[in-house]
């Protein structure tokens, strides 16, 4: 993956950047010289955009004048879209039987809806320009399914044929899509959701780590949200010019069983 540093700059929109992969994204992306347009509803983002040099847009993802906003913002800044990180995303864990509609139609609104349409938004800019990455932050759980996530899950399935018909779409426009499936990873979402299924499963936190969240994992250990930027990074370089509509696991070995 080490092309990915010599990529021309571009301009990138990341959603989901107050923490974990998508912070995480963003820095590496400036890094790498890129411009980016960090998107998040949590103020504190800003925060952590200015601090290496990306600009900030708040948006509710969930409202889909938003989504076009955001992209009309980025298009505003830096006159195009050249990459575009659907990375934003919510958990609740909870059986079926008891699962709030409200909290599933969020779920699947900031997840899969807000993806399709801020794609449709940018989709035009990289067609002008004859080239264009999307990446869009799956999951282990777009491969795989575990109690209590029905919301989630039904998100991350519906993103990888997102990212299949984008591809098949996009091929002759030079634009790729490519979705990354994570197992899990170092995040403010993770913690939340060791707590949830302690309660759910009526086990202390430490057990759910190694019972639960580990108990299919090769490696031992939770992802680091660096590991998974750099995989973005590849997947949005020149390098990866030939390589679109695929599901790539960075899942320490849970779906090599």
């Not at 948006?59 to 575009?84: H, S």
Request: hydrophobic fraction near 45%; include cysteine; aromatic fraction near 6%.
């Amino acid at each position: 993956m080490t092309n990915a540093t010599t990529t021309t700059p571009r301009v990138a929109l990341v959603t989901g950047t107050a923490s974990g992969i998508g912070e995480a994204v963003v820095r590496h992306f400036r890094e790498l010289g890129h411009q980016v347009l960090a998107v998040d509803f949590n103020e504190q983002a800003q925060e952590k955009a200015d601090a290496v040099g990306a600009a900030f847009f708040r948006a509710d993802l969930t409202d889909g004048e938003a989504c076009k906003a955001a992209v009309a913002e980025a298009i505003k800044r830096f006159e195009r879209v050249d990459i575009l990180v659907n990375n934003a995303g919510i958990q609740h864990v909870s059986p079926i039987e008891d699962f709030p509609e409200a909290k599933w139609r969020q779920i699947l609104d900031l997840m899969l809806t807000a993806p399709f349409l801020l794609s449709q938004a940018a989709w035009p800019s990289m067609r002008a320009g004859g080239w264009g990455r999307i990446v869009n932050i799956a999951s282990v759980h777009a491969q795989v399914a575990s109690p209590g996530k029905s919301a989630y899950i039904s998100a991350k399935h519906g993103m990888i044929g997102l990212t299949k018909t984008a591809a098949l779409e996009g091929g002759p426009q030079g634009i790729t899509a490519n979705a990354v499936c994570p197992a899990y990873v170092k995040t403010p979402l993770v913690d939340n959701q060791i707590a949830d299924q302690a309660k759910l499963h009526g086990m202390d936190e430490q057990e759910v780590v190694e019972q639960i969240m580990l108990k299919n994992a090769a490696i031992k250990r939770l992802i680091e949200p660096h590991e998974v930027a750099e995989l973005v990074a590849y997947l949005a370089s020149d390098a990866a010019g030939a390589v679109t509509g695929s599901s790539f696991n960075i899942d320490l070995g849970w779906t090599a069983q």
